[in-house]
């Protein structure tokens, strides 16, 4: 390992292995134009760090800057190096790499020259990550602090649930356990700050024997790090679903299975992983086809007509949710349509609507969200008559009708 004080040297150039030419049908070309960086220790040849980014990477990340999903991974090549690896996801919910950098140590200053070199990959100043995950690596989270302060660093779910079930394991006695692990998941899902007290209050005295496990979750997890985590805070963040590393981590072991052992240099790593992105970039581009000319089913109505082909089919399943949603905080909040209906004028007698209104509320709920669909229908048809979801035959239909012939005449 280098000392932090050795003079360091950067390098930027662009990666130009000799690798066998590869038929590349959606670019036309062989030269792949990787942007990449490296640090030298003292004034030696011997490499510390290098960063690099294909520049389909560059221009996907500029344009999906969202969420950032970031984590090393080991056992990858000969010199056991870390493999720091960021990723980012598209709008049709497909998983793309960013970049990749090998380090030579998981310390603050490592990973700060790592984000610098990444930083450099926006094109616009301002530009950055709104959302960055990681897993409670403080190294990094301080370099995050320090090179990206505007971006909101949230924590792995799945990996800090996993720690705390340990301990429960460790600390809590078995008939315990079951309790106090679904006690702990609901103060993480909860939906607000006073929620969030109520179910923490109700976890303290479940755990009123056992401190050793309390005193973990409140001074390890949640007096730290709860707004990066917990419900009632990130539920505020655009974070687009990703609550957990499962993305990147998904990356690492596709690429372990196309690197098939751990004892690889460089050049082979690079040829792995400039192959996996292939794949990832063809993938892509397939789903935006898709979202250009097919449309499912529960996007024929009316009301998607002018998103359609504009926006990916993954944000328009967004909407469907929102609308459900929307469907269900109604009967929650028990908003009835007071309608009365008046049918005939000389007896001033009048119809109520509410009972009616009620027991369609009620069928509303029993049904599946097949059956929601169907029923919200027929009620719009009734609703708004002079609208429709069918649409005219794209082009005139040949019929079994013969051809006259000329110079006869119909008998």
């Not at 220790?41 to 560059?58: G, L, T």
């Not at 090393?72 to 056991?80: A, G, I, L, S």
């Not at 984000?115 to 990550?129: A, N, S, T, Y």
Request: neutral net charge; glycine residues 4%; contains cysteine.
């Amino acid at each position: 390992m280098g000392d932090p004080d050795d003079e360091e040297e950067e390098d930027q150039s662009m990666f130009n292995f000799d690798v066998e030419p590869q038929e590349d049908e959606d670019e036309g070309r062989n030269d792949d134009g990787y942007v990449s960086w490296s640090r030298k220790r003292d004034d030696s040849k011997v490499v510390r760090e290098i960063f690099w980014a294909h520049p389909d990477s560059v221009k996907l990340s500029n344009i999906f800057p969202i969420v950032l999903v970031m984590d090393n991974t080991y056992k990858t090549n000969k010199y056991r190096q870390p493999l720091f690896e960021i990723v980012g996801m598209t709008s049709t919910e497909l998983t793309f790499a960013v970049a990749f950098a090998y380090m030579e140590s998981e310390q603050t200053d490592n990973f700060c020259w790592v984000l610098e070199k990444l930083k450099e990959l926006f094109v616009k100043k301002d530009l950055c990550p709104r959302v960055i995950l990681t897993d409670r690596d403080l190294a990094l989270m301080k370099a995050i602090e320090i090179v990206f302060p505007r971006s909101i660093n949230l924590l792995c779910r799945f990996h800090i649930n996993k720690n705390v079930s340990a301990k429960c394991k460790q600390y809590v006695v078995n008939n315990m356990q079951k309790t106090i692990d679904t006690l702990w998941m609901e103060v993480v899902w909860a939906s607000d700050e006073v929620e969030y007290d109520q179910l923490l209050h109700q976890l303290e005295r479940a755990c009123v024997d056992f401190s050793g496990f309390i005193n973990y979750v409140k001074y390890t997890w949640l007096t730290p790090h709860r707004q990066r985590f917990v419900g009632a805070w990130i539920n505020r963040v655009l974070h687009l679903g990703n609550t957990t590393t499962n993305r990147v981590e998904s990356a690492h072991w596709k690429l372990k299975q196309m690197l098939g052992n751990s004892i690889c240099d460089m050049v082979k790593c690079w040829e792995v992983m400039n192959n996996n992105f292939r794949l990832q970039l063809r993938n892509i581009r397939a789903s935006f086809q898709k979202s250009f000319y097919e449309v499912e089913h529960a996007h024929i109505s009316p009301f998607y007509g002018n998103l359609r082909g504009l926006v990916s089919r993954a944000t328009l399943r967004r909407i469907v949710e929102e609308l459900l949603r929307v469907d269900y905080v109604g009967t929650n909040r028990k908003l009835t349509m007071d309608v009365e209906i008046e049918v005939d004028a000389d007896g001033g007698s009048k119809v109520d609507m509410n009972c009616a209104i009620d027991e369609l509320w009620k069928r509303f709920r029993s049904l599946d969200v097949v059956g929601k669909r169907a029923l919200r229908s027929r009620v719009c048809e009734l609703a708004y008559p002079t609208m429709t979801s069918l649409c005219p035959p794209p082009e005139k239909l040949k019929t079994k009708r013969g051809v006259k012939k000329k110079g006869k005449k119909p008998v």
